[in-house]
T-cell receptor, first 111, second 109 residues
């Protein structure tokens, strides 16, 4: 099955700086790569996703890049704000429903 | 506003007890999922269901079973709870994007 590795496990950034989280996957059949944000006491929430027919996608301060050849994808958060503090999960899937998740990255934005 | 609700936020049970975790979605989604979340391991799929009365094993089904008698409701059953099943349990439903409930933190003593 699919194996997703996520790094780093924790990330501390100064407010206003950028944060980058990287994931690698093993199954070349994977073609859907969502990113989830989990705030304290809540379930994960989709923040951005990318499919294998594109290399980059942006949504305001958040961007995701995908390198299918190297089997890795990354989340970039620019101009970080305190409300970006959360746990972030990457995932990969060969379809839209059976997701394999990374172990998560705890992001702390220091004021 | 989409909604996935789980029957309990916190649950404490004893070893050997039968435990029911219930999940309800109001989005008329075909697909529903049960995950467990443990520190350093991310979310691991236990079971999922793509239609009423249909189910498929995920990556860690051992010790669990599920029931989906109605489209909006998906139940996770621990037939005989054990201490290694102490975890956060998350339910999700999807048409494409997965929407998650708030989770149930289960402690088995």
């Amino acid at each position: 099955g699919e194996n997703v590795e996520q790094h780093p496990s924790t990330l501390s950034v100064q407010e206003g700086d950028s944060a980058v989280i990287k994931c690698t996957y093993s199954d070349s059949a994977s073609n859907y790569f969502p990113w989830y944000k989990q705030e304290l006491g809540k379930g994960p929430q989709l923040i951005i996703d990318i499919r294998s027919n594109v290399g980059e996608k942006k949504d305001q301060r958040i961007a995701v890049t995908l390198n299918k050849t190297a089997k890795h994808f990354s989340l970039h958060i620019t101009e970080t704000q305190p409300e970006d503090s959360a746990v972030y999960f990457c995932a990969a899937s060969p379809n839209d429903y059976k997701l394999s998740f990374g172990a998560g990255t705890t992001v702390t934005v220091r004021a | 506003d989409v909604k996935v609700t789980q029957s309990s936020r916190y649950l404490v049970k004893r070893t050997g007890e039968k435990v029911f975790l219930e999940c309800v979605q109001d989005m008329d989604h075909e697909n529903m999922f049960w995950y467990r979340q443990d520190p350093g391991l991310g979310l691991r799929l236990i079971y999922f269901s793509y239609d009423v009365k249909m189910k498929e094993k995920g990556d860690i089904p051992e010790g669990y079973s599920v029931s989906r008698e109605k489209k909006e409701r998906f139940s996770l059953i621990l037939e005989s709870a054990s201490t290694n099943q102490t975890s956060m349990y998350l339910c999700a439903s999807s048409f494409r994007e997965q929407f998650f409930g708030p989770g149930t933190r289960l402690t088995v003593l």
